[in-house]
């Protein structure tokens, strides 16, 4: 009697085994074809950014390095990034780009990599100009704005910022597009909100201008 209950117990055991050996290796399979295609899907992404990298096209007549982006910290990402590069590649405090715009001026060189101060930092302060206006690009409450231009000058929304060649920065580099203007109550100055089109989260490669003059 035990005998045959054993029997049947085994028999049960090997009808189950068959009745789902199947579903098993159709979700084994799915899962191998779901592992493939999104290997393939990363492996092109990673090739895109390949090409793009090595299509970048830089308007500025100076010598540069294209790098990559090796740290952005989540919860930092506005103030800093880490790239490659550093003394050992000759790299000095030089400003950054990404899409011939500025995004940043390296501010501190390792031996192999970079930290570089961004434009949307809050210490941040760029020399710019808008036609013959000179001001101060700096961050405020979220957003990038102009300082220190006359109420008097004549721009307009749309004209381009670029740096201004005082300090440390080559003149003409790319910043952004004047989005707002704002006349403050002294009737003296007028703030510019600048549209500017850079989003850190989204750049994987940025682009050193290895001449600052």
């Known amino acids: ?7 049947n117990y085994l028999f049960l055991i090997l009808f189950l085994i068959i009745l789902i050996k ?3 290796y159709k979700m084994m399979h799915i899962k191998d074809n779901i592992y493939n ?29 294209n790098t990559i982006i090796i740290y952005k910290d989540i919860y930092n990402y506005l103030n800093e990034i880490t790239i490659k590069g ?13 899409d011939n ?29 808008i036609n013959d206006e000179i001001g101060l690009l700096e961050e405020k409450d979220s ?9 008097y000058s004549q721009i307009k929304v749309g004209d381009m910022i ?9 003149d003409n580099i790319y910043i952004g597009l004047v989005k707002e203007i704002i006349d403050t109550n ?3 100055e007028k703030i510019i909100k600048v549209d500017y089109r850079i989003n850190i989260k989204d750049i994987d490669y940025v682009t050193i201008l290895k001449e600052t003059k």
């Open 101 to 129: 715009t500025l995004i940043g001026v390296i501010d501190k060189v390792n031996k192999n990599t970079s930290i570089v101060k961004l434009l949307t930092n809050k210490d941040s302060k760029i020399s710019v100009k």
């Open 1 to 7: 009697m035990l005998k045959l209950i054993k029997n």
């Open 86 to 98: 550093g003394s050992n590649q000759d790299i000095l405090k030089y400003p950054v780009i990404f």
């Open 37 to 65: 295609s999104l290997s393939c899907h990363l492996l092109e992404e990673d090739y895109n950014k390949l090409l793009e990298f090595n299509n970048i096209d830089v308007i500025y007549d100076v010598n540069y390095i």
């Open 162 to 170: 670029f740096t201004s060649g005082l300090g440390n920065i080559k």
């Open 22 to 24: 199947e579903p098993i």
């Open 186 to 188: 002294k009737d003296i």
């Open 143 to 151: 957003e990038l704005i102009v300082s220190n231009i006359s109420n």
